[in-house]
C-alpha cells in the first residue's frame, strides 16, 4: 500500500498510515471478497496495483489507535464473521500481546486467505517498497513482484489472469494524493472492467467529503460499468482533521454474498472506530445487479 511518487505527486509512505481505520475498512472487505470467491472457485487469481511493503512496523503511537487498535482486543473481535476474521489474521500475521507491533499489508492477507497455490501478481511503483515486498515474499513460487506502473498494467494482468484461473480478484489502492487521481484512477479501472469478463476488483478511495466520490460514482455510471460502494465514516465529514474522515471500497462484480457481509460489518467497526458520539454509512447499490445475500 506504500503509493508511488511521479513528477506531480508528493513522496508518500503508507508506513505512517498503516492500520488505521481506511486499512481497517479496506483489509476487511478485502478478506471478505477473497473468501468468497475462494470458496467459489477451484483457482484463484490475485492482482495488486499498488502492492507496498508487505509489512510494517507499528510504534507506540500512530493512526493505527484509531484502527486495528481499536479493533485488537474488542469482544466482536472473537466472533465468526467478516470482522472478527479480519482480526483474526491480523494477530496471526501480525505481531503484538497488549496492542498490535505490526501490520501486515495487503500481498499478505491475501496470501494467508487464498492459500499457497494461489497466483499473486503484486505490481509496486516505489523501488524501495518493491524491493522489501519482494523480501517479505521470498520464497513463495507463486507470487509475482513487479517494479511499475500497476495502474497502467491492471487491464492486461486481468485478461492474462483470466487465461489462467477461475476466479480473479484485482486490488486498487492508489495514493490519491494528487488531484488527477480522482479521474485517472476511475478511468484505469473502467477500461480493465471492460478488458475483463469476470475479475472482481476492489477500489479503495478516502473520504473528507462526497463531492469527488459521487463524482466517480457518476463516471461509472456514464462509462456503463456497474459498480457498488460501501462508504463508512468514522469522522463526520464536516470535521477538519489531517487524519481520515472514513473511506470507501468500490466493488466491480462483487462475489454472491460479499455485500451483505460487508454490510453487517458495518455497525462493528463503526461502533468501535468512531472518534466523536456517532459513525455513519453509504451503500450506493448497483441498479443493474442486484445484492446477493
Known amino acids: 500500500m506504500t503509493r508511488y511518487r511521479d513528477a506531480t505527486t508528493p513522496d508518500y509512505s503508507h508506513r505512517f498510515h498503516a492500520g488505521n481505520v481506511g486499512d481497517v475498512w479496506k ?29 510494517y512496523a507499528l510504534g507506540p503511537t500512530g493512526e493505527w489507535t484509531e484502527g486495528i487498535g481499536r479493533l485488537w482486543a474488542a469482544p466482536e473481535a472473537a466472533a465468526d464473521d467478516a470482522v472478527g476474521r479480519y482480526v483474526g489474521l491480523c494477530r496471526r500475521l501480525g505481531r503484538g500481546a497488549a496492542r498490535p507491533q505490526t501490520y501486515p499489508g ?33 520464497g513463495d513460487p507463486h507470487a509475482r513482484v513487479r517494479h511499475g506502473d500497476g495502474l497502467a498494467a491492471l487491464a492486461g494482468e486481468l485478461r492474462a489472469a483470466e487465461e489462467r484461473a477461475a476466479g480473479v480478484v484485482a486490488l486498487v489502492d492508489p495514493s490519491w494524493t494528487a488531484k488527477a487521481d480522482w479521474s485517472a484512477v476511475p478511468e484505469a479501472v473502467i477500461a480493465a472492467a471492460r478488458a475483463s469478463t469476470r475479475a472482481c476488483i476492489a477500489l479503495w478511495y478516502p473520504l473528507k467529503s462526497l463531492t469527488r466520490p459521487n463524482a466517480m460514482l457518476a463516471r461509472f455510471d456514464r462509462a456503463g460499468v456497474g459498480a457498488t460502494t460501501i462508504e463508512l465514516v468514522t469522522t463526520p465529514l ?56
Do not use: K, M, Q
Not at 461502533?271 to 445484492?291: E, F, G, H, L, Y
Open 238 to 293: 464536516g470535521a477538519r482533521r489531517p487524519r481520515l474522515n472514513g473511506s470507501g471500497v468500490l466493488l466491480v462484480r462483487p462475489p454472491a454474498g460479499a455485500l451483505a457481509t460487508l454490510a453487517a460489518a458495518l455497525p462493528v467497526i463503526g461502533a468501535r472506530c468512531a472518534t466523536r458520539a456517532s459513525w455513519s454509512a453509504r451503500i450506493v447499490a448497483d441498479a443493474r445487479r442486484p445484492v446477493a445475500h
Open 106 to 138: 495487503s500481498p499478505v492477507f491475501a496470501r494467508a486467505v487464498l492459500g499457497p497455490d494461489a497466483a499473486l501478481t503484486l505490481w509496486e511503483r516505489d523501488a524501495g517498497a518493491c524491493t522489501r515486498l519482494e523480501a517479505e515474499l521470498r
Open 27 to 55: 483489509h476487511c472487505a478485502l478478506v471478505a471478497v477473497l473468501r468468497r470467491v475462494a470458496d467459489a472457485s477451484p483457482s484463484v487469481a490475485y492482482v495488486e496495483s499498488h502492492a507496498g511493503e508487505g509489512r
